[in-house]
């Protein structure tokens, strides 16, 4: 039980701790209520900092995929009822029960219930390093909790006879494509104040950040604010000649929007009209601020007497309109609070991890499809879609994107998928939009044999907050080159020609080992335009896409990142000697790092990365400990983005994979772990076990090493596959005076690396001749 009394005078609070980051519906049971409970609120968080905060760590308004408000406030009336939200909070750690007015409050079974699904591991990993198990754990767990079932997020608004209901929801911004333009409308609608009074907005981007027009009737004001909330920048704020009694009566809102310049109406009177210079194009929503609602019918939009929208928000074809349904398609987002969109480039990390633990491979898949749908006529993709956006059957007629790079990732992603999965049909049906992305990238292809972007807002990067970049930029280069080596695979299953893609890829290898890296810091530079500086995510990729030629090396590379990049807390992003980049820690650019330090077998750089920057994340005595992996990290190993920081983020799970893959050493060689091998790396470790899920069965491998650098070993692996496998260990060939000797099920065998057919018994062990 939960006991909350107060006099008026202080508030009465009580403090829930979940342990760690979960997901789900918030619950309480009124078992006893006495006098005046109006002010009762719960606020949810993931970090105990900002649990007391106003709006706690919210809101969150870049999607309906969960409740706009941190802070939720209840209205209750009676004893013995049980209140459970109807929409889901995302990233809870923590909760905070707190009761104003003066009264009192018997609560019981207050909690979250968890939501429809999350995934566990069927894959496993342990090592005997306890902290870099906690590391595969937590990564496993990250994503987890980022993958949403289909059909499982309540729809944002409900639908009556009436109209539309919203209720504490920020409005979300109309999705037709041609609405994202507009500059200049007339936007007119019906409203019911039910509770407080009714919000919409105008000028607004995808996700919500516009010019927000709050109408508040219990204070009887109308206000403008910059942003996607009340909460925002307070741009223009009027008296309203109304009261209360406006409440359960309906009203007709036309609003003007003209460039900078906004007139409000409500029932024929002007009520507010103002100038602003921050938004000057965008779309239009209906919403309900926090603790408020409101019913809306009859929505129009026109611009110059051409009809941009009408319903009347009876049907459920409103919530397709402004993505505030269902989602129809398992999914993966970014992270477990915010943004819970999909985003391209951060599926390239979250398949892999996915792939190496709960194995639910058809969340990657139906992700692919959600994201492939949304590509332009030129080639290139949409960055980030809203999980309740239904596949695309055609192509956006619209050549513009702000994250070239993530495009790249998609097809990366796609050959992921195809690489642990051998799903033909798949391959099948994305190989069109690859190879209608990599026939764009080839044409922007100089006569110097690099890729170069000329549009600067194509240039931006999972560093949104950072300059874009543009012109022979050596992250755009690799990373086109790393998305052809992993999808060619993919496009030859599809039965797709890919000669020229192969040569386009061996062109730009070579062309880019020649002419961008630097004899003066050992690795690749970050552009033409920033020559003395190096990037990590741009030097892992020449890593991972095979560039370095003659005494140019992996390893070299990884041990210039390690000389110009290790901090104490992880890896900046990039080197000092750049301009205009900031110093915020990436997790995501570093999972490219360690799997990248692991590519070159450079021990000493893998440990540092999961050391110093992953394993203080997952410390329970870190202030912001969830349990999970987070978005961004400062120069201190604190949230890198301050309160908006998500402390859940898929992004960041890299190390899941890699110690699965490198560690254990379990990796595809043919589609779907037809072949594979065992090729694990010791860093220092004596022992690691775990298993790897495939089509055929799960591939199991244990490895010890004694302390005489003696090797046990024993792999399991399904009928149907065939392997090889390989000592986790460099072993010297004497051991003083002694031989080492060798023996595999039984017989005794020369060299480091046997061949295993699946399901026939594998089992090593050496000893001293």
Known sequence: MIHLRTDGSYPAGFVLDHGQDITGFPTL??????????????????SRALLNQIQSDGPIAMSASQNT????????????????????????????????????????????IPSYYTPRPRASFDCSNRNWTNIWRAGAQTVALSMIAA??????????????????????????????????????????????????????DTLGDGIYVWVNLSNSTISAYSGSTEVDTLLQTARLNVTSSLLSHWHNVPASINLSNITVLINNMPVLSFSQKVKFYGSFGIGAANGQSALFTNLTVTSEDDQIYSSDLKSDSALEDFLVGKNSLNVIVDGARRDRIAYAGDLDIAARTIATSNYQLDYINDTLRLLTSNQMTAGYFVPTVK???????????????GLIGYSFNLLSAMGEYYTVSADVAAAKAYAPAATRMLDWASSQILEIALFNLSDPTFGGDWNYYDPTQSGIVTKFNVVYALA????????????????????TLGVLRTSIDKQLYSDLTGAYFVSEAQPQGIAQDANAMVILANVPQGNHTALGISQAMSRLLFVDHGTLPFSN????????????????????????????????????????????????YTGCFWETLDLDGRPGLGDGSSLCHAWSSGPTAELSRNVLGIQPVAPGFREWRVAPQSLGLTWAKGSQPTP???????????????????????????GTVS????????????????????????GSTSKVRGCEAFVLSQYLG
């Open 29 to 46: 049971n009124v078992v006893h209520a006495i006098g005046n409970i109006s002010l009762f609120s719960v606020a949810h968080s993931e």
């Open 387 to 401: 999980i309740q956006q239904h596949p695309r059957e055609s192509l956006i007629n619209i050549n513009m994107t």
């Open 696 to 722: 055929f069965g799960d591939i199991a491998v244990e490895w010890r090493i004694d302390e005489a650098g003696l090797v046990t070993m024993i792999v399991e692996s399904p009928v149907g596959t065939q």
């Open 151 to 204: 059909k499982s997020i309540p729809d944002f608004w409900q639908i009556s006879s009436e109209g539309t209901l919203i209720e504490s929801a920020a409005p979300q911004p109309y999705a037709g494509l041609q609405a994202q333009a507009l500059t200049s409308y007339q936007m007119n609608f019906m409203v019911k104040p039910i509770t407080g009074g009714f919000s919409f907005k105008v000028l607004s």
């Open 69 to 112: 408000y941190r802070v939720q406030h209840y209205n209750i009336s009676a004893s013995n009822s049980t209140h459970t939200s109807r929409l889901l909070q995302g990233g809870v750690r923590w909760q905070i029960l707190t009761l104003l007015s003066p009264g009192e409050l018997i609560l019981s079974e207050v909690g979250i």
């Open 577 to 624: 000697t750049t301009t205009g980049f900031s110093k915020l820690i990436s997790p995501y650019a570093s999972s490219y790092h360690l799997r990248a330090a692991f590519a070159a077998h450079d021990a000493q750089a893998a440990s540092h990365l999961l050391n110093n920057l992953w394993l203080p994340m997952i410390s329970k005595t870190n202030a912001n």
């Open 484 to 503: 052809l080596q992993e999808v060619l695979p993919m496009l030859a299953a599809a039965d797709q020609n890919t000669t020229d893609y192969e040569k």
């Open 727 to 750: 000592i986790p260990s460099v072993i010297a060939a004497t051991n003083g005076s002694r031989a080492v000797v060798t023996i595999v099920n039984g017989r005794l065998i020369q």
